[in-house]
């Protein structure tokens, strides 16, 4: 086992549903320690880096619109196989396939309208921590350049 860091998103329907106090809670519950933390609404050009991967699938353009719609909030969590255990903790991406107490299970409403996203490996929590948070934030930076709620922890 081994101290690793992650990348979450609490997507903007989960911002608007009052669930983020829930979400971030099931995560520090389990030990994991939140490093940083933004609240901002992605741009376009962002979340199309951000699921580049998925440009040519034909759910690319919803889940772009989806993940822009509004406020989200950006995490780097901390802790012991971090990124295993933030996908179990998550939950399947398919609500209908998720069990009953992971976040998709209890709170998804449709896979294509996801509560949260997490990384899917160490590669990919790199990329998108470097996306999401300049390397000076994470030194507890405060951009001014994006005006959006910023915190490091």
């Known amino acids: 086992m081994a101290i690793e860091r992650t990348f979450l998103m609490i997507k903007p329907g989960s911002v608007e549903r009052g669930l983020v106090g829930e979400v971030i809670g099931r995560f520090e519950k389990k ?19 951000h699921y580049e991967e998925h440009r040519e699938k034909d759910f690319f353009e919803g889940l772009i619109s989806y993940a822009t ?11 012991e196989d971090a990124i295993k255990a933030a996908r179990k903790i998550a ?21 294509r309208r996801n ?36 915190l490091a922890l």
Do not use: C, W
């Open 91 to 111: 939950g399947a991406t398919d609500p209908k396939e998720a069990e009953s107490g992971t976040i998709r299970g209890d709170y998804a409403l449709d896979v």
């Open 115 to 150: 509560v949260i996203h997490t990384s899917d490996s160490k590669e990919a929590a790199e990329r998108e921590i470097a996306l999401h948070f300049e390397n000076s934030f994470l030194t507890k930076h405060v951009s001014q350049e994006d005006k959006s709620a910023v």
């Open 69 to 79: 719609s509004g406020p989200a909030l950006s995490l780097v969590i901390e802790g």
């Open 31 to 49: 030990g994991l320690k939140i490093v940083a933390l933004k609240l901002a609404q992605p741009t376009r050009a962002l979340m199309e880096k």
